[in-house]
């Protein structure tokens, strides 16, 4: 019935569905699409039918499957239980034989494990010597310290459990003296292998990887047995050297766990640490304790092929080890280190080597440091050997016999300038070869030293030559010190131009040194003021120069008679004409001899020694100033202005001539307030100007009372020292009065004539 509804009211649903499809007469005719479609959509629809039926019969065959097993475990179950119910029974009829039972268990336990024991001791003799045997193949290297660390703890175990006995403790330590022997060829042939680590790298760098690897594992097992027993200790501990080897960085471990852990371990890097060093010292040995003291070029050459060694552990050695083990870098410090103790020994013999084998040793420094750089080593670890200082005996020698030499030469040329004429170059101008020769001489040496040498070597030999260039201007200044007469114009002209040379060819060498030297050195280094000192000299020349025209004996004469009253030569203008007549002359000998820039300086310097000299004598002399003083004075102004501004700019010589023509107003004042007025203004330029200048000159005024005379003198006095600073006169632009002579007689002299 149920299925009959059904059918009925999908019967009605289908006639609804169609009447939705027609609803109107124009879709009949897509009837036949419709059942196109229809019969593709009940195709489907029984694919999925059928599906789905199978699927539904595959569940239910696997849950019948399921019910059959379950079936199988509840029979099996049934039978457990009577089967357990059967050993209850049995049980309870032997209670009263427990105790028995029980130690019955022990015994049996006890001596399964006993035999377990014996089994395990009996083998470690036979295991020890199969890790004996193994040592003849470094293949089998790993494996046999697997062996040896299992029979370690099978020690460990054997004398844990009879720690409470002392006698078996001490057959169980006999027992193992086989182990113990192993262990010790085992690690000779180890150190043996990490010795001979240059040629294993090369040839088997496997056997050197696998004694890396062992020393690994021991450092694992180290790490371990230190756990162990901080734990054993406490948490604290125990967490200290766990943190410790996670760390990538030192790790800060308690002095006293430090201790218990290489106690505990065997330490296989440490060891392994100093078993290269102790090979790199072996291999340094012939070289610091034979060659160095009897062979220095085998020395040098042993060095070579030492530094071409550290290429080979770069490429070959330091991968088979970890990067951690910084083996490379290891290997540059040792080596660096004995290199520097190498140095030591030959700066200890540094006055029985050459220059040119110092030259050697320190050419072979550079090499080393170019050759550490090329392999990546920072720069500054690759100086080390030249900056720590194993080198200065060697260097400091060299140096001073460089400069000892050099001083030598230097004097040499002084001498030859001193008794051969100057040369002259094509347009006039006078030299001698002293400038180019010393500086040839200097720059051969920079040259040699940047070629064979260090930086540091560089700025020792920089030092020295500022020392040298220091003396020979000193000497020098020597030359200069001699009377003028002796020395001549054409010498000192000659000099002149070569300390303008030496400026120029002092700088040029000091740049090229700079350039070369590296910026912490070049630092250091004072150029500048050694290289002015040349001009310093060359100005003393000019001024030497200048003296030459007034120690001729014609200019001596002419001067003695400025400012004379009895002679006429002055008053009638004949001693400012002839003297400048005398500057014409050497003033045109003296400018083809000199470059420009120096001839101009001369003239100058000449303008202010003949102020100088013209200021001296009317202060020095006792004839009484007149008008016609005053008017030949003036006459006098005119001629010198004249005359050099043909050669220098006028206002210079207007300013150095200034003082002339205020001391003539002073000299004819004629009240207080115009002696101060021009005092004053005299101040102003030539604050080193004293009263005694105007002392002087009221002196030599005729009809000035004595009263008068004072109390100008005084009112200048107050004014003069009104100039002063921190209690003394400002330093003048152009020093006339502390060049004058006269100003240094007695000061009283005229008050008392007054």
């Not at 703890?153 to 113990?180: P, T």
């Amino acid at each position: 019935m149920m299925m009959q509804d059904l059918g009925v009211e999908a019967k009605e649903a289908a006639v609804r569905e169609v009447a939705k499809l027609l609803q109107l007469p124009e879709h009949l005719s897509s009837i036949g699409s419709i059942k196109a479609d229809y019969v593709l959509r009940q195709q489907a629809n029984d694919a999925q039918l059928s599906t789905m039926v199978a699927e539904q019969i595959e569940q239910a065959q696997a849950g019948l499957e399921a019910l059959g097993l379950s079936q199988k475990s509840i029979d099996q179950l049934r039978e457990n239980f009577l089967s357990i119910d059967k050993l209850c029974q049995e049980c309870q009829n032997l209670i009263e034989n427990h105790d028995q039972i029980k130690l019955l268990s022990n015994a049996r336990n006890n001596l399964n494990t006993t035999l377990k024991d014996v089994e395990g001791m009996m083998s470690i003799s036979v295991e020890a010597a199969e890790a004996r045997d193994s040592l003849s193949d470094d293949k089998q290297l790993v494996h046999t310290y697997e062996r040896l660390t299992a029979l370690d703890g099978k020690r460990r175990f054997a004398l844990a459990a009879a720690s409470s006995h002392k006698e078996e403790i001490g057959r169980l330590r006999e027992y193992f003296e086989d182990v113990d022997r192993t262990w010790e060829t085992f690690e000779k042939t180890l150190w043996e292998h990490i010795s001979n680590y240059y040629k294993l790298a090369k040839e088997s760098p496997q056997t050197l990887v696998r004694c890396v690897r062992v020393i690994e594992m021991q450092e694992i097992l180290d790490q371990q047995l230190a756990e162990e027993a901080a734990e054993a200790e406490g948490g604290g501990a125990m967490a200290s050297i766990t943190n410790a080897r996670r760390s990538t960085k030192k790790p800060t471990v308690p002095a006293n766990a430090q201790e218990k852990t290489k106690a505990l371990g065997k330490c296989y890097k440490d060891k392994c640490y100093e078993q290269l060093r102790k090979t790199v010292e072996a291999r340094f040995d012939k070289l610091v304790t034979e060659l160095v003291f009897e062979d220095l070029k085998a020395a040098l050459e042993e060095a070579r092929v030492m530094v071409k060694e550290l290429g080979d552990i770069y490429d070959f050695v330091a991968p088979c080890f970890p990067p951690r083990y910084e083996v490379f870098q290891l290997m540059v410090n040792l080596y660096t280190e004995r290199f520097t103790h190498m140095l030591r020994l030959l700066s200890d013999r540094a006055t029985e080597l050459s220059n040119l084998e110092i030259l050697k040793v320190t050419g072979w420094v550079v090499e080393y440091q170019e050759n550490l750089i090329e392999l990546g080593v920072d720069e500054s670890l690759a100086q080390v050997c030249s900056e720590s200082g194993a080198m200065d005996p060697l260097m400091n020698s060299y140096v001073e016999r460089m400069q000892a030499t050099t001083t030598k030469w230097y004097k040499n040329i002084l001498d030859a300038d001193k008794v051969q004429p100057p040369k002259k170059t094509e347009d006039g101008r006078l030299y001698t070869p002293a400038a180019v020769d010393l500086f040839r001489i200097l720059g051969e040496q920079v040259q040699i030293v940047r070629d064979n040498s260090t930086d540091v070597m560089l700025y020792k030999i920089a030092l020295a030559i500022i020392q040298v260039m220091i003396d020979f201007q000193a000497a020098e200044r020597q030359r200069l010190e001699e009377p003028v007469a002796e020395v001549g114009l054409e010498p000192l002209c000659a000099m002149v131009n070569n300390n303008l040379r030496c400026y120029d060819l002092a700088m040029e060498l000091s740049s090229s040194i700079i350039e070369a030297l590296p910026r912490n050195y070049a630092e250091q280094i004072n150029f500048e003021d050694t290289c002015k000192g040349f001009h310093e000299v060359a100005k003393e020349a000019v001024h030497q120069t200048v003296n030459v025209i007034f120690e001729d004996p014609g200019v001596q004469d002419l001067v003695v008679k400025l400012y004379q009253k009895g002679q006429s030569y002055w008053y009638e203008g004949m001693v400012t004409e002839y003297l400048i007549a005398t500057f014409s002359d050497y003033f045109g000998d003296v400018k083809v001899y000199i470059e420009d820039r120096s001839f101009r300086r001369y003239v100058e310097a000449c303008l202010e020694e003949t102020i100088v000299v013209y200021v001296d004598h009317l202060l020095s002399q006792r004839s009484p100033i007149k008008e016609e003083t005053i008017d030949r004075m003036r006459l006098d102004e005119d001629f010198l202005t004249d005359f050099f501004r043909e050669h220098i700019n006028i206002s210079k010589v207007e300013k150095r001539v200034q003082i002339l023509a205020e001391l003539r107003e002073l000299a004819s004042a004629e009240s207080l307030e115009s002696f101060t007025l021009v005092y004053t203004n005299i101040l102003q330029t030539h604050p080193d100007c004293p009263p005694e200048v105007v002392e002087k000159l009221v002196g030599l005024r005729e009809g000035i009372p004595r009263k008068d005379a004072r109390e100008v003198v005084q009112e200048c006095r107050e004014i003069y020292e009104s100039y002063f600073v921190d209690g003394r006169p400002p330093k003048p632009a152009f020093v006339v009065f502390g060049r004058v002579k006269c100003l240094t007689a007695s000061k009283g002299s005229l008050w008392r004539k007054l």
